[in-house]
């Protein structure tokens, strides 16, 4: 029985996630020691990973914790970071992105994951797997750590449509609202309107208009809207779903990642700016780990593709091992029945 088979019958319990493996600008190695990593956090997990096998098969191998849980599958062709996307719809049916895809159309997977083009994911995860009934534009949703229930707020759209309209923002926060309702248990999540105040006289005109859509919208479709929110309400508990387009989404977690990693450097500068300093940082060792998980934005890495008939996670073209583990994770809960459950804790550093 292949590892694709086990989703039906006696492997039933088993989560298949579909790998494109020679996306992203790390390589296969990065995305081989992520899949290694996500084992640790879910023991069940089991891959079909598509892409150069002659490269692939003797390093899946030496892998202890990979070697009997991977079904490869031979791709000829890499969708390169560079691709234009009408192209590759036109001409990537041999490329790893294609299969991975095509592995969770056909059933044979729960998720893919991949770390390749953004642009070129989203267009063939739209050929291959289409559109939900009823979505206009699918959107990129992303987690972010936060104060509020359930430790971390839904930002989307963060890539998928720079130019999004009122229509679009409002079928982004029906999108949101529905995956924080099914994915997060959130009876009626709150949904905020990402703007540069929360005065009703603030923000472009096409974000006007979707505050009065969104808000005649929140009833029926069973949320709380909040209204206008800003940026630093993000991380604050302020709503469980922001909307944004993807152009501002994008701009905003890149901005966010960067000023924790630059966080992070500025503590071991300091610690390590004097003798005394150095050993105020041993006393504190258990703490500043603690805090270095916690701001850490590998460890939220990967954006969900909402409105597509088939789950696909999108991880960071840059990411490491712990970055494309999180996005494993990421996809492995969201293939589980009922809310997600919270890892974030358990992400190796």
């Given at each position: 029985?292949?590892?694709?088979?086990?989703?039906?019958?006696?492997?039933?319990?088993?989560?298949?996630?579909?790998?494109?493996?020679?996306?992203?600008?790390?390589?296969?190695?990065?995305?081989?020691?992520?899949?290694?990593?996500?084992?640790?956090?879910?023991?069940?997990?089991?891959?079909?990973?598509?892409g150069?096998?002659?490269?692939?098969?003797?390093?899946?191998?030496?892998?202890?914790?990979?070697?009997?849980?991977?079904?490869?599958?031979?791709?000829?062709?890499v969708?390169?970071?560079s691709?234009?996307?009408?192209?590759v719809?036109r001409?990537?049916?041999?490329?790893?992105?294609?299969?991975?895809?095509?592995?969770?159309?056909?059933?044979?997977?729960?998720?893919a994951?991949?770390?390749?083009n953004?642009?070129a994911?989203?267009?063939?995860?739209?050929?291959?797997?289409?559109?939900?009934?009823?979505?206009?534009?699918?959107?990129?949703?992303?987690?972010?750590?936060?104060?509020?229930?359930?430790?971390?707020s839904?930002?989307?759209?963060?890539g998928?449509?720079?130019?999004?309209?009122?229509?679009d923002l409002r079928?982004?926060?029906?999108?949101?609202?529905?995956?924080?309702?099914?994915?997060?248990?959130?009876?009626?999540?709150?949904?905020?309107?990402?703007?540069?105040?929360?005065?009703?006289?603030?923000?472009?005109?096409?974000?006007?208009a979707?505050?009065?859509?969104?808000?005649e919208?929140?009833?029926?479709?069973r949320?709380?809207?909040?209204?206008?929110?800003?940026?630093?309400?993000?991380t604050?508990?302020?709503?469980?779903?922001?909307?944004?387009?993807?152009?501002?989404?994008?701009?905003?977690?890149?901005?966010v990642?960067?000023?924790?990693?630059l966080?992070?450097?500025?503590?071991?500068?300091?610690?390590?700016?004097t003798?005394?300093?150095?050993?105020?940082?041993l006393?504190?060792?258990?703490?500043?780990?603690?805090?270095?998980?916690?701001?850490?934005?590998?460890?939220?890495?990967?954006?969900?593709?909402?409105?597509?008939?088939?789950?696909?996670?999108?991880s960071h073209?840059?990411?490491d091992?712990?970055?494309?583990?999180?996005?494993?994770?990421?996809?492995?809960?969201?293939?589980?029945?009922?809310?997600l459950?919270?890892?974030?804790?358990?992400?190796?550093?």
């Open positions: 029985m292949s590892i694709s088979q086990q989703l039906d019958g006696d492997g039933a319990d088993h989560i298949v996630i579909s790998i494109d493996a020679m996306g992203g600008d790390r390589g296969p190695g990065a995305v081989l020691a992520g899949m290694a990593k996500a084992v640790k956090l879910h023991p069940k997990i089991k891959y079909v990973v598509h150069d096998s002659t490269y692939l098969a003797p390093r899946i191998h030496k892998r202890r914790r990979l070697n009997d849980r991977c079904e490869l599958r031979h791709s000829d062709e969708v390169e970071m691709s234009i996307p009408s192209s719809v001409n990537g049916q041999r490329t790893s992105m294609w299969s991975a895809i095509d592995a969770v159309r056909n059933g044979e997977a729960q998720a994951v991949s770390c390749g953004t642009g994911l989203m267009a063939l995860s739209m050929l291959r797997l289409r559109r939900a009934e009823g979505t206009k534009r699918p959107a990129i949703a992303c987690h972010w750590p936060s104060r509020n229930r359930t430790g971390f839904i930002l989307l759209d963060v998928a449509d720079i130019k999004a309209d009122e229509q079928n982004f926060a029906v999108l949101g609202a529905e995956y924080a309702r099914v994915g997060m248990g959130l009876e009626m999540p709150r949904v905020g309107l990402l703007n540069i105040g929360k005065e009703t006289f603030k923000g472009r005109k096409e974000i006007r979707a505050n009065d859509l969104i808000s919208d929140a009833v029926e479709q949320f709380n809207y909040v209204g206008y929110v800003e940026g630093s309400d993000i604050a508990d302020a709503a469980d779903v922001f909307v944004t387009d993807g152009y501002t989404g994008n701009a905003m977690i890149k901005s990642e960067g000023t924790a990693a966080i992070g450097e500025f503590l071991k500068e300091a610690f390590n700016y003798f005394l300093s150095r050993i105020g940082a006393f504190a060792l258990t703490s500043l780990r603690r805090l270095a998980k916690r701001i850490d934005p590998r460890r939220v890495n990967g954006g969900v593709f909402l409105g597509l008939n088939g789950t696909v996670v999108k073209g840059s990411a091992a712990v970055g494309v583990a999180a996005a494993i994770d990421l996809a492995a809960r969201l293939s589980m029945p009922g809310p459950p919270n890892t974030a804790d358990q992400h190796d550093a």
